[in-house]
């Protein structure tokens, strides 16, 4: 089975634009989580999405949104972009959409540099 | 909110060494799992722990809930043990908002 992947995975926009990130799960993985990797913040859980809808949403500004579709791939956007938002976005896919009570899959990552 | 620290933040060890990683958490937990990031920074599921022990190949862990921690146990390190090790906790009785919290993660260099 091929794993996760996620598209592009270098990026260079400059602040006030927006960027959307893809990401594809494995095949027949109905869930998908986002997550944002700072050296300053760490690792914090953006949202997950099961079935087309969103199910869990963490801490961030409605500047970041995603949406998931019925083969499962998911997008992420970030609107009006600032120099924060630089950083590395995972994705990970389960089976069930049941996040932590479940092996996750991550792919490579989409390194998103904001200047 | 729930705090969850990692210790120790860096560990630096020859090949061959056993080591433990400690992850406490300030409240409880519905889920636990660790993950390990290598130098490329792709992420890797390892356990999932909300409670008890298991164990795959040279790594085991340990959470014990009702205490607040989990261990991650690696014995025999490798090189390719290398990287940061993250737990992660889904706290209950909270909003769906911020569920999943990580660690700051413990970085792992195993000298050859």
């Known amino acids: 089975k091929a794993g996760v992947t996620q598209t592009p995975r270098y990026l260079i926009k400059t602040r006030g634009q927006q960027v959307t990130l893809s990401c594809s799960p494995i095949?027949?993985?109905?869930?998908v989580s986002w997550y944002q990797q700072t050296p300053g913040q760490g690792l914090q859980f953006l949202f997950e999405?099961?079935?087309?809808?969103?199910?869990n949403k963490g801490n961030f500004p409605g500047r970041f949104s995603g949406r998931q579709f019925s083969n499962s791939r998911s997008e992420m956007n970030v609107s009006t972009l600032e120099l924060g938002d630089s950083a590395l976005y995972l994705c990970?896919?389960?089976?069930?959409?049941?996040?932590?009570?479940?092996?996750?899959?991550f792919g490579p990552g989409t390194r998103l540099l904001v200047l | 909110g729930i705090q969850v620290e990692q210790s120790p933040p860096d560990l630096i060890l020859q090949e061959g060494a056993n080591s433990t990683l400690r992850c406490n958490f300030s409240?409880?937990?519905?889920?636990l799992q660790w993950f390990h990031q290598n130098p490329w920074g792709q992420l890797i599921n390892l356990f999932y722990?909300?409670?008890g022990t298991k164990q795959n190949g040279r790594l085991s862990a340990t959470t014990v809930a009702t205490e607040r921690y989990s261990l991650l146990y690696i014995s025999s390190s490798q090189t390719t043990d290398s990287g940061v090790y993250f737990c992660?906790?889904?706290?209950?009785?909270?909003?769906?908002?911020?569920?999943?919290?990580f660690g700051s993660g413990t970085r792992l260099s195993i000298r050859p």
């Open positions: 999405y099961f079935s087309e809808t969103q199910r």
């Open positions: 990970a896919s389960s089976p069930g959409g049941r996040t932590l009570r479940e092996t996750q899959y």
């Open positions: 722990i909300p409670s």
């Open positions: 992660a906790v889904d706290p209950t009785g909270y909003s769906s908002a911020s569920k999943i919290i």
């Open positions: 409240d409880s937990v519905n889920n």
């Open positions: 095949s027949g993985h109905r869930s």
